[in-house]
């Protein structure tokens, strides 16, 4: 059975930090990532891992500089070190994964994945 565990959420001021891990157990995957959907809004894209191509990274712009993907291989987990957090980056964060995947996939898309976490959520004050 496929289970991706995100923890590390919480709340924090306008500034902080905050280390979200997914712990992935199951399956090996080509691709893990973080996606991020605030209230009324569209899940979006944060940043991937391809696991395949040697750790190649992928962020989105409003996180780049800012958050940090990165990946344990033996604990089977994923990492995103968010740093400098804006009250916009409030969202409920989703890990997810992918055994499929090649040169020409569109890792920033959701519908690449297979496998979610249930979510953590990240509130940041001003």
């Known amino acids: 059975q496929v289970q991706l565990v995100e923890s590390g959420g919480g709340l924090v001021q306008a500034g902080g930090s905050l280390r979200l891990s997914c712990a992935a157990s199951g399956r090996t995957f080509n691709a893990m990532g973080w996606f991020r959907q605030a209230p009324g809004k569209e899940r979006e894209f944060v940043a991937v891992?391809?696991?395949?191509?040697?750790?190649?990274?992928l962020y989105a712009d409003s996180v780049k500089g800012r958050f940090t993907i990165s990946r344990d291989n033996a604990k089977n987990t994923v990492y995103l070190q968010v740093n400098s957090l804006k009250p916009e980056d409030s969202a409920v964060y989703y890990c997810?994964?992918?055994?499929?995947?090649?040169?020409?996939?569109?890792?920033?898309?959701?519908?690449?994945?297979?496998?979610w976490g249930q979510g953590t959520q990240v509130t940041v004050s001003s």
């Open positions: 997810a994964a992918t055994p499929k995947g090649n040169a020409y996939s569109n890792y920033r898309s959701k519908f690449m994945y297979d496998y």
């Open positions: 891992i391809i696991i395949w191509s040697g750790g190649t990274t």
